[in-house]
């Protein structure tokens, strides 16, 4: 479950990216890849461990409580595949994905 | 592939539409590290066989990993021929897997003993995908060679025994065992393994059994009709946009689209570029990470600079597909089946799901063939069974004078 008043960090075992259209973040643990599709919410992912709560890191990338849904909805999404752990850090195992077409 | 959706300020071009203008870097590639092989399988995508003498040295192998490092390549599809023949095949795995790049690696499971499941299992970087055609030793046999069942099988007993966790069972989809799915997965289950399949292409020597091996039209239906009911826990390489309009637009999982030259793309053993690993002709050739365009060496100013890369990156031709309803779920298929099949690559893929491939296959056709080729055998559509494979540690002296590695 994503909890917005706890501290998020990347998982130690996750990459991210930068791209023209925001960032890619690709989990060697889990082999999934994830996109994140602004730079808003790249910043805001960069910043987690600074703060002690995932609302503050809205609040510091500049995005005021009434417009935090959508981005903590993306955090939430990045929560359940372990790509973000809280301060405890759980890691679960997740399916592994496919990407490049070999024989 | 998961595409997290997340906020946007403003509207943003979709993501298909944004890696169909191409990125800085591959997300993946893959690395044909060998073009020698123990199998001579009949739908061999890269005509592997013998050793080019021409292979990459474990020194040039680390500068690729390292230039792949900077650009952050996140992992690298590792094949061949056989990889794992390469002396050095596991001082590169474990080269690539300290420097941040992730290794999934396709083998016929012949180097796969309890051993090295052993050493595999104790990685958490490294993927191991082993190819099985059949999910019977007679289907399986007929198309990469008498006794190639029971040496993937074994290597996966093995790779179980050692507690190696969640291997790949890679799958072609041919006529002979589309009938078979149900069989190849329960097959997964029973080694802890996932099930990936994907799409039989004309390319290499698959150019040569492709009308006789690729599914029917109704067996088309039938395949998707499965993905759709199994998709979530089946890996495809997202091979199989091209069936994309038998349904909704969405019920085939993963990204769809061609990522050729654009988000993936093929280093082969000798340090060619090509835009994708079905791709091995000189049509789609981008360059040579050892050769100096003009602009540089290395891989990175292939990828970024080639004028191959460059023009995929561009709008492409919708040509005779413009006018479909379903252009937007296909993209007009996949470009090396149209080329390999002598197909026009602005029109209909040859298992166009419209219909459309059947009557353009049957006009009179120019089939290019590759002037790659590293077969053993003059025969090639006759598999003959596994071949001894000593080391090799140094490069053969003459172009394709060793037999087999």
């Excluded at chain 1, 909890?3 to 960090?9: E, S, V, Y």
């Excluded at chain 2, 793309?265 to 000798?270: A, E, G, K, N």
């Amino acid at each position: 479950m994503f909890d917005p008043d706890l501290r998020w960090r990347l998982h130690p075992q996750v990459a991210v990216r930068s791209e023209s259209f925001g960032a890619l973040l690709y989990h060697f643990g889990t082999r999934k890849l994830s996109f994140l599709k602004n730079r808003t919410i790249v910043a805001v992912v960069n910043s987690l461990p600074d703060h002690p709560d995932a609302r503050s890191a809205c609040r510091a990338a500049g995005i005021d409580d009434a417009s935090q849904a959508p981005y903590l909805h993306a955090l939430g999404v990045l929560a359940q595949s372990t790509m973000l752990v809280s301060g405890q850090g759980p890691a679960a195992d997740y399916p592994a994905e496919d990407l490049g077409d070999d024989e | 592939m998961t595409v997290l959706e997340t906020a946007h300020a403003q509207p943003v071009p979709r993501l298909v539409d944004q890696f169909e203008l191409g990125l800085d870097a591959p997300i993946c590639l893959t690395w044909e590290l060998t073009y020698a092989c123990n199998l001579s399988c009949v739908h061999c995508l890269s005509s592997s066989g013998k050793r080019d003498p021409r292979e990459l040295t474990t020194r040039q192998c680390k500068d690729i990993i390292d230039e792949l490092e900077r650009m952050q390549v996140f992992y690298v599809n590792i094949g061949g021929g056989e990889p794992t023949v390469r002396s050095d095949f596991w001082e590169l795995v474990d080269y690539a897997t300290a420097h941040n790049v992730g290794v999934k690696f396709s083998t016929n499971g012949v180097r796969i003993t309890s051993e090295v499941a052993a050493k595999l299992a104790a990685s958490d970087y490294v993927d191991v995908q082993i190819s099985l055609d059949g999910a019977t030793a007679e289907v399986n046999d007929a198309v990469r060679g008498p006794g190639s069942f029971a040496m993937a099988t074994r290597a996966l007993e093995n790779l179980k025994d050692a507690g190696f966790s969640d291997a790949k069972i890679s799958v072609v989809v041919t006529r002979h065992n589309v009938d078979q799915l149900d069989d190849f997965k329960a097959l997964a289950d029973g080694y802890g393994a996932t099930l990936r399949i994907t799409r039989l292409r004309p390319s290499g020597r698959g150019a040569d059994v492709w009308d006789e091996l690729h599914p029917t039209s109704a067996q088309q239906v039938q395949l998707y009709d499965w993905l759709v009911a199994n998709g979530e826990r089946v890996l495809t390489g997202d091979s199989f946009f091209h069936l994309s309009g038998l349904g909704e637009p969405g019920a085939l999982a993963g990204l769809n689209l061609c990522g050729a030259g654009r988000v993936v793309c093929l280093i082969d053993p000798v340090g060619d570029v090509y835009a994708c690993p079905f791709a091995i002709h000189d049509t789609f050739l981008a360059g040579n990470v050892l050769s100096d365009s003009g602009s540089g060496t290395g891989f990175q100013n292939v990828w970024q600079n080639s004028d191959l890369f460059r023009e995929l990156r561009e709008p492409q031709s919708v040509g005779a597909c413009g006018s479909c309803g379903h252009y937007d779920s296909c993209r007009g298929g996949c470009m090396a089946a149209k080329f390999f099949t002598g197909l026009p690559l602005d029109g209909p893929d040859p298992e166009c799901v419209q219909g459309f491939g059947e009557p353009a296959l049957a006009r009179e056709r120019d089939k290019p063939k590759s002037s790659v080729d590293h077969s053993r055998t003059a025969n090639r559509k006759t598999p003959s069974g596994p071949i001894p494979l000593p080391l090799l540690t140094v490069p053969p002296k003459k172009f394709c004078n060793e037999s087999p590695v």
